[in-house]
């Protein structure tokens, strides 16, 4: 894949120029403003999006500023357009990732010492990346079940961020659709088929794609102690490139 | 057979000629309001009455919309001698009936000359209190339908755009977006199959002007419907409607199906290649859902998440095609434009708000009820003149519009004129029309705490600022009420608000922290005083009493 | 693969052995009328509450296999949305509206006071499964407030003693009812 985007240094007057990281964008306007940057190596962080999965725009992490407009923009879903300047990294864009990180993490459990994934964790690295040395708010402590009924894996609701990809990769990838979420708001939750044990699904495959995208330790292998799980979402676009090839 | 405009013509004549053979109409409120307090039985005793006096060729009792003043339900009212009641029980059909040739019954008189009347100026409720909302020929004898006529027969859907354009309408939902700019946008979509929705998904909790106007006058939303359809060129609509308005539900069904059974709604409407149906889809309890992609969600039947926009639904709505999406009362305004012309509109109200808007009175206020007044009009009129003061003797103190999304507008406003632009300058919003009156008995932490609760169970929880973000703002306000707030408290509040506003996905994110914006910028004295003093002034945090009584 | 052929859960829908009754067909009706097509699932399962009172977890699956969605789908729309209920109603319901206007006019002191009165939280049934506890958003009837619903009517300008009433009344009224018929069933339970 070859880009034409192009990324002069473009300085602001209002910030500190040195901190920016701004992409100027020309032609193509097919992608989003995420898989541009990518391309260019510029780090937009990011929770809920997972390559080779149906995009949200939910988590608010990829945030970014385009100029000439007052709002933030989700990079993930935004595509790109012509002559759009685009700002990956502010203080004010870092700010904010920074708050909306520690909003995930008062929201539930995520003690890492404790965690199967310690150490592979995303949300953990999110919070080395952005610098998160404390959680400003205080913790809600809504406090759920863990689901250990499945005979292979673990789901532990306390560790859940939803960024919803076990759901997407089950409904879109596998096609069981054995995930949903129920409720809404603070209360929403993760649920298989109407709400019963994981491991009393009737449509659940055991396939564990769930397990390998959720990006911390709410889905994991049985068996596993603290800091010894890791994921593997790289088999993602290669089921995806493998469909494409088998397409007639 | 086709519908023609005689057909039209002749139905309104037959009905005003049967209206006009009896000396008396008399006009009982059966909307919901009046409903609640027992028109129904009103209505019964009214008819039993004229039996029992044998004045049935002389007196024919009428179920008509809301008269507008809820507070003092049932209402009724008597033409042509121009008199009405208030408060009427089942027991006063007689002295009602036995004084309709003699003097009026004093004890329940409404003086008509009330400035809650003389005030107002009607449009999206002229007919409210005059037709009969279960009867179509009610509405064909105000004129119904005409307008679509005309607009299918004298005008190009062009054409239609332009006087919408003209009138200067702005939508009635709350954000205000030209609708003509909107029409224009799913006018030109190229793409064969197109929809109009009408958000009929009030949410605002203290607002009631589109139930009363489904109850009311139903038929003026399809008509309404069928000439958007036309300009935008759809042929199918929806009506999202709250499964919580029962009867405004089962008064559009009905509706829907004697404007069907009539040919206003269907194939070659007027004798035109235009085709229009309309099918009612009912929410099922989510604020949320009044969020443009969210209610599309809904009608799809999936969950009402929103999804980030662009795409606007104006280009990728309902099932992917191009929709047209308008709150009820911007609807209600369309018949009349297309009647008397854009012009005629734009000259009522304010320079960049036209025409009036709808305010539901509610709170305290001595005449609550439903008001419709030009835009622009001061504040003070609406809650003073035509409102009729605070109860009680008590002291003004605030107005909130706009509900859960919208801010307080304080005393020192009351002259403000009510208008877009005004309303937004002091960090209130028009919102969809909610007008809650506030004395010096409320609270305006717990007011925020209110709202914040409200937002916060009805946010879909999809982006983390509005659930997790709404559920801190909620935890800060909820100790800050008990009394165990400190001072830093107030620093983490007003930050919250800003990363809220700023990074949620939806409009119900971006605006929640509106109601504690708008408190702190006017009464951050009253959050200083819970926090510090451990003090609620109006005596609503039980927090202050409970602290007194241990000292 | 389209999920119905996948999944055994979605073809072969098993109608809820207690339930073949002609409530079933107003819920087949509604499907029928939609074409089973999947965006009826919201319209049916209004369907559904109106001839049950309730979502019931055969019916949900019911649901499901006829218009071939997903359970957990369901389950999400169920759960969603807060005018459905998962759980049986009691015999009577009282719904408090907690409207803007109903909060200025005093609707939580009436609701703490019903809480403690009948010990459940709003969206409980009490215990003898008597009295539902609901609460509304709004019931736009904000003329009126506070106002409530009361088996189906809109009652309005509450004061903490009408509510009360009406529901010692609910209370009372059964009482009396089931002592006339000679029924001792639940008779300790009575106030």
Not at chain 2, 155 to 177: E, H, N, Y
Not at chain 2, 239 to 266: F, N
Not at chain 2, 490 to 508: M, R
């Amino acid at each position: 894949m070859t880009s034409n985007a192009s990324i002069p240094p473009k300085p602001r007057t209002d910030v500190n120029p040195a901190r920016i990281y701004t992409l100027r964008i020309n032609g193509r306007e097919d992608e989003t403003i995420l898989t541009v940057a990518r391309q260019n190596g510029i780090d937009i962080p990011t929770l809920c999006h997972l390559d080779g999965l149906a995009e949200r725009g939910a988590c608010r992490l990829c945030i970014v500023e385009i100029q000439g407009s007052p709002k933030l923009y989700a990079a993930c879903v935004t595509l790109v357009k012509q002559d759009m300047d685009v700002i990956t990294d502010s203080p004010r864009i870092r700010d904010y990732r920074r708050k909306i990180l520690e909003l995930i993490f008062s929201e539930r459990n995520h003690v890492c010492s404790v965690c199967v994934v310690n150490g592979n964790c995303e949300l953990q690295n999110l919070a080395v990346k952005l610098g998160m040395t404390h959680v400003r708010y205080g913790y809600l402590n809504l406090t759920h079940a863990v689901d250990a009924s499945h005979p292979r894996f673990s789901l532990d609701h306390n560790r859940c961020v939803l960024c919803l990809r076990c759901i997407r990769v089950c409904k879109d990838i596998e096609g069981a659709h054995t995930w949903d979420i129920a409720g809404r708001g603070i209360h929403a939750r993760i649920i298989s088929d109407l709400n019963q044990p994981w491991g009393e699904s009737e449509t659940c495959t055991g396939c564990g794609k769930c397990v390998q995208v959720c990006p911390t330790g709410a889905l994991s292998e049985k068996g596993k102690s603290v800091a010894e799980m890791t994921k593997r979402p790289e088999f993602l676009p290669y089921l995806q490139m493998m469909r494409k090839e088998a397409e007639p | 057979m086709t519908l023609t405009i005689e057909n039209l013509q002749e139905i309104a004549k037959t009905e005003t000629d049967v209206l006009e053979s009896y000396r008396y109409r008399i006009n009982v409120c059966v909307a919901a309001g009046c409903l609640s307090c027992g028109s129904d039985a009103v209505k019964a005793s009214l008819e039993e009455e004229i039996r029992r006096q044998g004045k049935e060729k002389a007196c024919r009792v009428r179920a008509v919309g809301c008269l507008g003043l809820c507070a003092v339900g049932p209402l009724i009212d008597i033409s042509p001698l121009n008199v009405a009641y208030q408060g009427v029980q089942p027991s006063d059909a007689p002295d009602i009936i036995g004084s309709l040739t003699g003097a009026p019954v004093s004890r329940l008189l409404l003086p008509t000359d009330h400035p809650f009347f003389s005030r107002q100026k009607k449009i999206v409720l002229e007919n409210c209190g005059i037709v009969e909302p279960e009867r179509i020929e009610s509405y064909i004898a105000a004129g119904g339908y005409e307008a679509l006529y005309q607009a299918l027969r004298q005008m190009s859907p062009r054409q239609v755009i332009d006087d919408v354009t003209a009138s200067g309408l702005r939508g009635r939902g709350g954000a205000g977006f030209p609708t003509g700019l909107k029409w224009t946008t799913v006018y030109k979509a190229q793409q064969a199959d197109k929809y109009v929705v009408c958000n009929a998904d009030e949410g605002d909790p203290g607002a009631f002007m589109d139930r009363s106007v489904l109850e009311s006058d139903p038929h003026r939303v399809i008509e309404g419907m069928a000439i958007a359809g036309y300009a935008v060129g759809a042929s199918r609509g929806y009506i999202y409607v709250r499964a919580e308005y029962p009867l405004a539900v089962e008064r559009l069904r009905r509706a829907i199906k004697q404007a069907k059974q009539l040919g206003v709604l269907g194939e070659n409407i007027f004798n035109t290649p235009f085709a229009f149906d309309i099918q009612l889809r009912l929410g099922a309890g989510a604020f949320v859902c009044g969020e443009e992609t969210a209610l599309i969600a809904s009608i799809e039947g999936r969950l009402g998440r929103p999804r980030p926009r662009p795409p606007f639904p104006a280009e990728f709505g309902l099932w992917g095609c191009p929709t047209l999406i308008n709150n009820v009362e911007t609807i209600a305004n369309i018949a009349p434009i297309v009647r008397r012309g854009g012009d005629w509109f734009a000259g009522i109200g304010t320079e960049k708000s036209k025409g009036t808007k709808v305010f539901a009175l509610a709170g305290k206020i001595n005449n609550t009820g439903l008001i419709e007044v030009p835009m622009g009009t001061p504040l003070r009129e609406i809650v003073f003149d035509i409102g009729g003061g605070i109860p009680a003797g008590r002291r003004f103190k605030a107005v909130q519009t706009g509900g859960p999304s919208g801010g307080c507008v304080p005393a020192q406003f009351l002259d403000m004129p009510m208008d877009y632009e005004s309303l937004k300058d002091v960090g209130a919003i028009m919102g969809s029309g909610g007008m809650i009156v506030m004395d010096d008995g409320a609270c305006m932490v717990d007011v925020a705490k209110f709202f914040m609760e409200f937002c916060m169970s009805e946010s879909c929880g999809k982006c983390v600022p509005c659930r997790v973000g709404t559920a801190q703002l909620f935890g800060i306000l909820e100790r800050i009420t008990a009394g165990d707030a400190k001072i830093e408290d107030i620093d983490t509040l007003k930050e919250l608000c800003d990363l809220v506003g700023a990074a949620s996905l939806c409009g119900l994110g971006q605006t929640a922290p509106n109601p504690v914006k708008s408190t702190l910028r006017y009464f951050e004295n009253e959050y200083m005083a819970h926090i510090r003093r451990h003090h609620c002034e109006a005596g609503v945090c039980a927090m202050g009493k409970a602290r007194e009584d241990t000292a | 693969m389209p999920p119905a052929t996948a999944s055994p859960a979605l073809s072969s829908p098993s109608p809820s052995p207690a339930a073949p009754d002609k409530r079933l067909r107003i819920i087949d009706r509604t499907m029928r009328l939609h074409g089973y097509a999947s965006h009826a699932l919201i319209e049916t399962l209004h369907a559904v509450q109106e001839a049950f009172g309730y979502l019931d977890p055969d019916l949900m699956r019911y649901v499901a296999g006829r218009l071939k969605v997903p359970l957990s789908r369901v389950y999400a729309v169920a759960t969603f949305y807060h005018f459905f209920t998962l759980k049986p109603p009691g015999e009577h319901t009282c719904v408090l509206c907690k409207g803007t206007a109903c909060h200025i006019g005093g609707a939580a002191e009436i609701l703490r006071q019903v809480e403690a009165m009948l010990g459940v939280h709003a969206g409980e049934t009490t215990a003898d499964k008597k009295i539902s506890l609901m609460i509304a958003r709004c019931l736009g009837s904000c003329g009126l407030a506070p106002a409530g619903v009361f088996d189906g009517t809109i009652v309005g300008n509450l004061t903490l003693d009408t509510v009360v009433n009406k529901l010692q009344e609910w209370r009372s009224h059964d009482a009396d009812h089931r002592k006339s018929a000679g029924d001792c069933e639940n008779r300790d339970r009575c106030p």
